[in-house]
């Protein structure tokens, strides 16, 4: 009995790597997969606010770093990634991946 037990305990290690490694692919197929996007233009931290409603994207930024800042509209059937690039475009600010979010930054924080 305990030879079995051995052996179900790395089989099921494996299949929750397995699940896990789906769950990330499934996460990242989301931010690639089109999606319709329809944002007006107005202050930036609210329009990463609404596209975050429309596409699912977990985005992180400090209130101070959007401030002041203005979005331009974005419509149309695009990758959620595409949205907020266009979005972030002459901001000065720059997207980076943690984990499952990604954080806006200004340009010169984020370089290394």
């Given at each position: 009995?305990?030879?079995?037990?051995s052996v179900?305990?790395?089989?099921?290690?494996?299949?929750?790597?397995?699940?896990?490694?789906?769950?990330?692919?499934?996460?990242?197929?989301?931010?690639?997969?089109?999606?319709?996007?329809?944002?007006?233009?107005?202050?930036l931290g609210?329009?990463?606010?609404?596209?975050?409603?429309?596409?699912?994207?977990?985005?992180?930024?400090?209130?101070?770093?959007?401030?002041?800042?203005?979005?331009?509209?974005?419509?149309?059937?695009?990758?959620?990634?595409?949205?907020?690039?266009?979005?972030?475009?002459?901001?000065?600010?720059?997207?980076?991946?943690?984990?499952?979010?990604?954080?806006?930054?200004?340009?010169?924080?984020?370089?290394?």
């Amino acid at each position: 009995m305990r030879q079995s037990r051995s052996v179900l305990v790395p089989q099921a290690l494996a299949l929750s790597l397995l699940v896990v490694g789906a769950m990330r692919v499934g996460a990242q197929a989301q931010a690639d997969a089109p999606a319709q996007v329809a944002i007006a233009a107005q202050p930036l931290g609210q329009a990463l606010n609404t596209l975050a409603q429309q596409t699912g994207l977990q985005l992180l930024y400090a209130p101070a770093v959007v401030a002041g800042k203005q979005a331009p509209a974005v419509t149309g059937s695009m990758a959620p990634r595409q949205a907020l690039a266009q979005l972030l475009a002459g901001s000065g600010l720059v997207v980076v991946s943690q984990g499952r979010a990604l954080v806006i930054k200004p340009a010169e924080a984020a370089a290394p």
